[in-house]
Every structure is written in C-alpha cells, then in structure tokens.
C-alpha cells in the first residue's frame, strides 16, 4: 500500500502560480508513474500531467504547468503558472506500477493510489 499525501493548495489571483506537491509514504514499483488529476465542481475528473519514461500533459495546460519529482524524498510537484480561473478544480495526486509512454492521455483506471485532493481556487 502507498499512501499519497498532496498540499500546496489555496487561492490565487488569475495569473499568479502555486507549487502542488505529493509525498508518497514510499517509492516502490507503485510509483513507478506518478500523475496529478483534477475534478471541478459539476464536471468529471480529467488528466492533468503525468511523469513516468517521460512528462505528458493535458494541452490546456502545457507552457503553465510543470510536473517533476524528488526520487530521495518519494515526493511529485506541480508547478502551476499563469493560472485561469478555468483552473479551478480539486487537484489529485495518483500513483501506477505501470509506466506510461504516452501519446494518449493516460486513463484513470491505470492507476492503483490515489491522494485525498487539494483545493485550487482562482479567483478572476
């Protein structure tokens, strides 16, 4: 079992940043891909970025967004810039044993552990 722990949330003026971050209770073969998901209100959960052999991003958010992780600490950040208020959304950090090499985006059924979600709100 991998535990997945997000923070970094808040509000946020349009066109400000805010840093996400995910720690992992441990880094095993169950993290081997590491992805940020969001869910607005009234809508469904959609990709965001993901990190495996490779990055991949949803497009809307390519240029803003920046996904990496820290090996020696098991934990993934997002970095988000320029944010809209189209960004509002719970962001959910999610973990896979299965490595993505993309094109698609990848579907929320590869993955085996989710966080409990941190709030982004931006305000216009």
């Known amino acids: 079992q991998v535990q997945l722990v997000e923070s970094g949330g808040g509000l946020v003026q349009a066109g400000g940043s805010l840093r996400l971050s995910c720690a992992a209770s441990r880094r095993t073969f169950e993290t081997r891909t590491m992805a940020w998901f969001r869910q607005a209100p009234g809508k469904e959960r959609e990709f965001v970025a993901t990190i495996s052999r490779g990055t991949y991003y949803r497009d809307s958010v390519k240029g803003r967004f920046t996904i990496s992780r820290d090996n020696a600490e098991n934990t993934v950040y997002l970095q988000m810039n320029s944010l809209t208020p189209e960004d509002t959304a719970v962001y959910y950090c999610?973990?896979?044993?299965?490595?993505?090499?993309?094109?698609?985006?990848?579907?929320?059924?590869?993955?085996?552990?989710w966080g409990q979600g941190t709030q982004v709100t931006v305000s216009s």
């Open positions: 999610a973990a896979a044993s299965t490595y993505y090499s993309g094109p698609a985006y990848p579907p929320s059924g590869l993955f085996d552990y």
